[in-house]
């Protein structure tokens, strides 16, 4: 009803206070919710920054050692979660996740997966490729604020591993680092694994909506991969799982850490690879669903941290829109005020309306 013709009705009123105590309900609960995820201090284990690298246990010693492989956790937080706990109770040294760290990429999602991969309490270093879901329409520069460079390399124990940005196909900064790093590092090492986000193969898959398309550079990576002897080459993209020798190279596709799955026959995993003096041996770690009632768990979190919460954070300009909550509640309450049947809050904004017709010229409209 407008405002020349008088107030609103009793069922508007009653829905607008209805609206307007489950928007303050909600409010409070995600904030109640997200202060428990920011007591957790930014973790320094995670990305490819130089922090990563100082949690490695005993890189320059001669031992066998065990890591895992984890591919597109997207939204699937608690299978993520369980991930995480499974590496810390096998012995994982430290972990590479294969990109598509979460669907919807802005700071809120990243805010909250960084708080979540913190309350998992895995003790080792994480590094991570980034892949398309982390840069939409090729922009990285969030990804590279949270975690550091998309290509990156390390060795461990004699042993050396190399991530590469092959999300958007292979850029030209991944081409040039791909090459000088396997030609200038590879020979002074005992063993090598890559770390991408693409198969580098047109993967066989049953009614996915994947897009397995190699580029020609796909196919010239792969020759470089069997030029310099890589042992193994991960990587995620396909919600599922493929192991496949190419040219005396393994490939191995793993993306089961939380993404919804592309295949009836696909499950929730991940991967590990033992190495020692006498090769490297890799094994997939099945995980299990999660439950209905972990389900609806999951998805309120989500909501509530992840999409109001962490929304309001990271953009405090938004705590300003609170302010509308006084003028609609004064048009929830009815009664009283103004001339019979208009309610205080529209009263309000009458007077509002006529304040500021005195003080401008010509009709406001």
Excluded at 96 to 120: N, Q, R, T, W
Excluded at 184 to 195: D, L, N
Excluded at 249 to 271: I, K, R
Excluded at 317 to 344: I, N
């Amino acid at each position: 009803m407008s405002l020349r013709t008088g107030g609103w009705s009793g069922l508007a009123r009653w829905a607008l206070r209805v609206v307007l105590a489950l928007s303050a309900a909600v409010l409070v609960a995600s904030h109640a919710w997200g202060y428990k995820h920011l007591r957790l201090s930014r973790p320094r284990n995670i990305g490819n920054l130089p922090s990563s690298l100082l949690q490695l246990p005993d890189p320059g010693g001669s031992g066998a050692y065990r890591f895992a492989v984890i591919g597109d956790p997207e939204d699937g937080i608690e299978v993520f979660e369980r991930s995480l706990v499974a590496m810390k109770e096998r012995g994982c040294a430290f972990a590479v996740i294969c990109g598509d760290l979460v669907k919807e990429p802005d700071a809120a999602a990243y805010d909250f997966f960084l708080s979540e991969f913190a309350e998992g309490d895995f003790p080792g270093p994480v590094f991570t490729v980034i892949g398309n879901h982390d840069a939409p329409r090729g922009d990285d520069r969030l990804f590279r604020t949270h975690f550091g460079s998309p290509n990156f390399v390390f060795e461990f124990r004699g042993d050396l591993f190399v991530g590469i940005d092959n999300a958007r196909g292979m850029t030209e900064e991944s081409k040039r680092f791909l090459e000088e790093t396997l030609r200038e590092k590879r020979p002074g090492t005992r063993r090598a694994f890559v770390f991408a986000h693409c198969p580098f193969f047109r993967v066989a898959h049953h009614g996915t909506k994947m897009e397995p398309t190699p580029t020609a550079w796909f196919v010239e990576a792969e020759r470089l991969f069997a030029r310099h002897r890589v042992d193994a080459v991960f990587a995620g993209h396909l919600h599922g799982y493929r192991r496949e020798v190419r040219d005396g190279v393994l490939h191995v596709v793993t993306g089961g850490a939380g993404g919804w799955l592309d295949e009836p026959e696909a499950f929730n995993h991940y991967v590990e690879v033992e190495v020692d003096g006498e090769g490297a041996r890799d094994e997939i770690v099945p995980l299990a669903p999660i439950s209905s009632g972990e389900r609806i768990e999951q998805t309120a979190e989500k909501i509530l941290v992840r999409y109001v919460f962490f929304t309001f954070w990271t953009r405090p300009g938004m705590y300003l829109l609170l302010l509308l909550f006084v003028p609609l509640y004064l048009l929830s309450r009815g009664g009283g005020g103004g001339r019979r049947g208009t309610s205080p809050g529209v009263s309000a904004l009458r007077g509002l309306r006529h304040a500021l017709a005195g003080r401008f010229s010509g009709p406001i409209t």
